[in-house]
C-alpha cells in the first residue's frame, strides 16, 4: 500500500482538501480506500483550516458516491500529526457530512 500511495504522491499533486481512491490491497471486507489530505491546522486561520477539511471530507463522500459505496468511514483527519484539535475535527466532520 505504501508503494503504490508513494507512486500516486510522485505522479501526482494531491492538493490539501482532495483525496484519491486506492485498492484495498489486503484488508478484508473493504472495497477500497480513500485518502483523504486534510489540512495541517493554523489557529491563527480557522477559518481556512475549517474549509480544508471540510473539502477533504467532500472529495471522499464524492468519491464514495462516483463508486457506489453504500458506507464509508471516516477517521478525525488531521488530528495527529497536523495538530487539528480532535474535537473541532469531529464537529466539521458531522457538519459537513449532516
Same mark, same amino acid.
Given at each position: 500500500?505504501? @508503494?503504490?500511495?508513494? #507512486?500516486?504522491?510522485?505522479? +501526482? /499533486?494531491?492538493? $490539501?482538501?482532495? !483525496? $484519491? *481512491?486506492?485498492?484495498?490491497? /489486503?484488508?478484508?471486507?473493504? /472495497?477500497?480506500?480513500?485518502? !483523504? ?9 480557522? *477559518?481556512?483550516? /475549517? %474549509? %480544508? ?8 463522500? #464524492?468519491? !464514495?458516491?462516483? %463508486? +457506489?459505496? +453504500? ?6 483527519? &488531521? &488530528? ?6 480532535? @474535537? @473541532? ?5 458531522? #457538519?459537513?457530512?449532516?
Amino acid at each position: 500500500m505504501q @508503494e503504490h500511495c508513494n #507512486d500516486i504522491v510522485k505522479t +501526482n /499533486k494531491i492538493r $490539501v482538501g482532495r !483525496a $484519491v *481512491l486506492t485498492p484495498a490491497f /489486503k484488508l478484508s471486507n473493504i /472495497k477500497a480506500i480513500i485518502h !483523504a489530505v486534510g489540512p495541517i491546522y493554523n489557529p491563527s486561520n480557522q *477559518l481556512e483550516s /475549517k %474549509n %480544508n477539511l471540510s473539502n477533504a471530507i467532500l472529495s471522499s463522500l #464524492d468519491i !464514495a458516491t462516483q %463508486n +457506489n459505496f +453504500n458506507s464509508i468511514s471516516i477517521p478525525t483527519i &488531521s &488530528s495527529g500529526i497536523f495538530r487539528y484539535p480532535i @474535537e @473541532e475535527s469531529t464537529k466539521v466532520i458531522v #457538519d459537513t457530512v449532516i
